[in-house]
């Protein structure tokens, strides 16, 4: 009977450690595959402008008062532009809104958000009602996205406070729109860019 347990014993440890092994190279392969797959970011796609060159300066009419609104070039309050590009018909765009404001809340002390689409003026005002971005700058203006490239939506686009394009992208998530404060922060052109050269 002793020695059936003593065989117990032994058998219960070894399965124990055996167990405990499987675990560590299952975590190991977890922490590989994480380094992999690391998250993409904005993507960059954009035939017309280049990150590093200059925005397009434009002058248009912002909805929330009315008034002229600079987009690119020098900022006179040393603030950078975020201009976010929705549409009405745009179901990504309009999950997305209430997290640009929210990244916008947090980041005020730099950086500036435009919300820019285009379409007739009561589709817009319906728009601005339904969404509540009243007190939001919001340009409506075919030619700024036509300027910036914009094919899909939701898009956006980091302008620094120099008028310089930092960063920009499609972007369908929280992650993606706060990619483009990161690339602007590490200096790269893009975060797969990013990836590329310090994970390659």
Known sequence: MTNLLIASNVILWIAVIVLATMVFALVRQIGVLYERVAPAGALSINKQLKVGQDAPELDVINLKNQQTL???????????????????????????????????????????????????????????????????NFVNSEL???????????????????????????????????????????????????MQKNYA
């Not at 980041?107 to 817009?124: H, I, K, N, P």
């Not at 686009?157 to 483009?180: F, P, W, Y």
């Open 70 to 136: 600079h987009i690119g070039g020098k900022s006179p309050v040393e603030k950078c532009q975020l201009l976010f590009f929705v549409s009405p018909t745009c179901p990504m765009c309009k999950s997305l809104i209430g997290v640009a404001k929210s990244i916008a809340k947090e980041e005020q002390s730099w950086v500036d958000l435009v919300f820019a689409s285009d379409g007739s003026s009561t589709e817009m005002d319906t728009f601005i009602a339904v969404q509540k971005l009243e007190q939001s």
């Open 144 to 194: 700024v996205g036509k300027s910036f490239g914009v094919a899909k939506l939701p898009y956006a686009v980091l302008i620094d406070e120099k008028g310089t394009l930092q960063a920009m992208g499609i972007v369908n998530s929280r992650e993606h729109i706060e990619s483009l404060f990161n690339v602007k922060e590490t200096g790269y052109a893009s975060l797969q860019e990013y």
